[in-house]
C-alpha cells in the first residue's frame, strides 16, 4: 500500500509539472513576462537583488523612482500616489509588498540569476499542488490525483492561469497557508509555525489563521497538540510584531500603514492606505462575481458547486476540517470584497486566492464523494437485472 501511495504521488507531481510547463509555455509564447516592468514582481525582484548584492532592503530603484515622482509633482503641480515603497521608521525606503518574497528570492537570485524567480514559483507552485493532494486525498479517503489536477487546471483559472507564472508575492503568501495547513496534521508546531509566516506576505493573512489552526481539531487528541499550535503561532507573531517596530516604528504598524505619497508641491507626506467598507462591501457584485477581468465565478467555475459542498461538508466524517475552511474561505473573501480596490487584479482576482483554494480542499473531496456515488448507482442499476431474471427462475 505504501508502494501504491508513493507511485501516485510521483505520478502526480510529474503531471503537475508537465502542468506548469505548459502554462509557462503558453504565457511565453503570449509576450508575458515574469518580471513585468514597473508592477509588483518586478518591484519585488529589485529587494531581492538588493538582499543579495547588499544584504538590504532598501533597493536602490526606490530612491531614484521617489525622486523622479517628487521633481514631476513639482512641474505638473499635481499629487501623485505610489504603491511600490513605504517609509520606514528611520526615513529608509522598504518595500511596500511581501517583505519575506525578497527575501527568500533573495537565494534563487543568487543560484539561477533572473531565471532564478520563475524557477522559485514552480517550486512553490509543486509543493502547492502536493499538499492540495495529500490533504483532499486524506479528506476523502482515496487517491484524489486526477480530481486535484482537474480543478487546479480547469475549475480555477485563478491561480494556475497566471500567479504560477509571474514573479507574484500572493503565490508565495497561498503556499505558506496551505502547506502549513497540511503540515499541521502530523507536525502542528512547525505547520502553524508556516502558516503564521503568511502575514509577512499579506498581513490580512492574520484574520485566516483561527481557522486554519482550528481545523484539524476533528482529530484524536495526542499530548501538547493544542500546546504546539499555539506555540509555533505566538513565536511568529513574537517576531513580527517585534520586525514591524524595527521597520515601522511600532509592532502594529505596517507597511500599509507608511505608504509615501506626494503634494502638489512635490513634498512626500504619509498617504492615508484606502481601507474596508460596509459600502463597498454591499455594491458591485455583478462586477465581483461575473466581470471578464476579475469576476470569481467567471474564473472558478467549481465555485457553483458551493451549496452541494456545503450541503456534503454536513455528512462529511471530516466535518470539523470542512467547516473551518469553508469558513475560513467566506469570511475572507467578504473582507476582501469590502476593500476598496478589491479589484487591482486581472486573470481572475488574486486577492481571493486564498478563499479559493481553501474552498477546493473540500470541492475535491465532494466530487470524489459524488463520483463514488455514480458509480454504485451505476452498478447497483446493471445487477438489477440480473437479480430480477434470476428470481423469474
Avoid at 52 to 78: C, I
Avoid at 94 to 106: E, I, N, Q, T
Avoid at 341 to 361: A, E, K, T
Amino acid at each position: 500500500m505504501r508502494y501504491f501511495a508513493r507511485d501516485g504521488a510521483s505520478k502526480f507531481l510529474l503531471a503537475s509539472l508537465a502542468l506548469l510547463l505548459l502554462s509557462s509555455t503558453v504565457f511565453h509564447r503570449l509576450g508575458y513576462r515574469v518580471l513585468p516592468q514597473e508592477a509588483p514582481p518586478a518591484r519585488n525582484a529589485e529587494v531581492a537583488r538588493s538582499v543579495w548584492r547588499t544584504f538590504s532592503l532598501e533597493a536602490p530603484g526606490f530612491r531614484v523612482f521617489g525622486h523622479e515622482l517628487r521633481q514631476l509633482s513639482r512641474e505638473t503641480h499635481r499629487g501623485y500616489r505610489q504603491d511600490v515603497f513605504s517609509l520606514g521608521r528611520h526615513g529608509q525606503l522598504f518595500p511596500k509588498h511581501s517583505v519575506l518574497s525578497g527575501v527568500v528570492g533573495a537565494l534563487s537570485y543568487g543560484l539561477f540569476g533572473d531565471a532564478g524567480f520563475w524557477i522559485l514559483q514552480q517550486i512553490l507552485a509543486l509543493l502547492l499542488f502536493y499538499s492540495t493532494f495529500r490533504m483532499t486525498s486524506l479528506v476523502a479517503k482515496r487517491e484524489s490525483g486526477v480530481l486535484t489536477l482537474t480543478s487546479i487546471a480547469l475549475l480555477s483559472e485563478t491561480l494556475i492561469g497566471f500567479f504560477c507564472y509571474e514573479f507574484s508575492y500572493d503565490l508565495h503568501g497561498l503556499v505558506l497557508l496551505v502547506c502549513g495547513l497540511h503540515l499541521m496534521y502530523c507536525r502542528p508546531l512547525w505547520g502553524s509555525a508556516l502558516a503564521a509566516l503568511s502575514v509577512f506576505v499579506r498581513p490580512s493573512y492574520v484574520l485566516l489563521l483561527p481557522f486554519l489552526l482550528s481545523a484539524w481539531s476533528g482529530l484524536p487528541q495526542r499530548s501538547g497538540r493544542v500546546a504546539d499550535v499555539l506555540l509555533g503561532t505566538g513565536a511568529v507573531l513574537v517576531v513580527y510584531f517585534a520586525v514591524n517596530d524595527l521597520m515601522w516604528g511600532s509592532p502594529f504598524a505596517t507597511a500599509y500603514h507608511r505608504m509615501v505619497a506626494f503634494s502638489p508641491q512635490g513634498e512626500p507626506f504619509i498617504e492615508q492606505h484606502p481601507g474596508f467598507s460596509l459600502d463597498v462591501l454591499l455594491a458591485d457584485w455583478w462586477r465581483k462575481l461575473f466581470d471578464p477581468r476579475v469576476g470569481l465565478l467567471i474564473f472558478n467555475p467549481a465555485l457553483f458547486a458551493f451549496p452541494w459542498v456545503c450541503a456534503w461538508a454536513r455528512r462529511s466524517e471530516r466535518k470539523w476540517f470542512a467547516f473551518s475552511t469553508l469558513g475560513g474561505s467566506v469570511v475572507y473573501a467578504l473582507y476582501m470584497f469590502s476593500y476598496e480596490q478589491w479589484d487591482v487584479s486581472f486573470i481572475g482576482n488574486r486577492l481571493l486566492l486564498p478563499s479559493i483554494y481553501l474552498y477546493l480542499l473540500n470541492f475535491i473531496p465532494w466530487c470524489c464523494a459524488l463520483r463514488d456515488r455514480i458509480g454504485d448507482d451505476g452498478l447497483a442499476s446493471l445487477a438489477a437485472p440480473h437479480s430480477g431474471s434470476a428470481n423469474q427462475r
